[in-house]
C-alpha cells in the first residue's frame, strides 16, 4: 500500500520559505510520480508541482514557476517542495500525492494515492 506523510506547513510572513516534506513508505516510492498539490477554502485543488523518482525533469506550474520547486532524496524516500518567495495566495492545504500509471507526471488527474495534508498560512 503506498503510504505518504507530509510535513513542513506552517505559517510565514509573505516574501518568506517554507520547505515541505513528504515521506514515502519503503514500497511506495520507486518508479512513480509524485506530485504536490493544494487546495484553498472555496478554490479547485490545484497540482503545483511533480517529479518522477526514477529521475527525470521536475514540473512546476506556470502559478509557482520561479518561487517553488520539486526536488527528491532516493536515499530518504523523500520529496520536497521548497517554496520561496511565499504570498498570501499560496494559502492553502498542501497535499502530497502518488501515481502509478505512466510516467505523465504532469497529469494531475492520475494521482490517486493521497497524503493527509499540511497547512501553509502566508500573511
Known amino acids: 500500500d503506498v503510504q505518504l506523510v507530509e510535513s513542513g506547513g506552517g505559517s510565514v510572513q509573505a516574501g518568506g520559505s517554507l520547505r515541505l516534506s513528504c515521506a514515502a513508505s519503503?514500497?511506495?516510492?520507486?518508479?512513480?510520480?509524485m506530485g504536490w498539490f493544494r487546495q484553498a477554502p472555496g478554490k479547485e485543488r490545484e497540482g503545483v508541482a511533480s517529479i518522477y523518482t526514477g529521475g527525470g525533469t521536475p514540473y512546476s506550474a506556470d502559478s509557482v514557476k520561479g518561487r517553488f520547486t520539486v526536488s527528491q532524496d532516493n536515499a530518504k524516500k523523500t520529496v520536497y517542495l521548497q517554496m520561496n518567495s511565499l504570498k498570501p495566495e499560496d494559502t492553502a492545504m498542501y497535499y502530497c500525492?502518488?501515481?502509478?500509471?505512466?510516467?505523465?507526471?504532469?497529469?494531475?488527474?492520475?494521482?490517486?494515492?493521497w497524503g493527509q495534508g499540511t497547512q501553509v498560512t502566508v500573511s
Open positions: 500525492a502518488a501515481h502509478v500509471v505512466n510516467r505523465s507526471c504532469r497529469d494531475f488527474f492520475r494521482y490517486n494515492y
Open positions: 519503503k514500497y511506495s516510492y520507486s518508479n512513480r510520480c
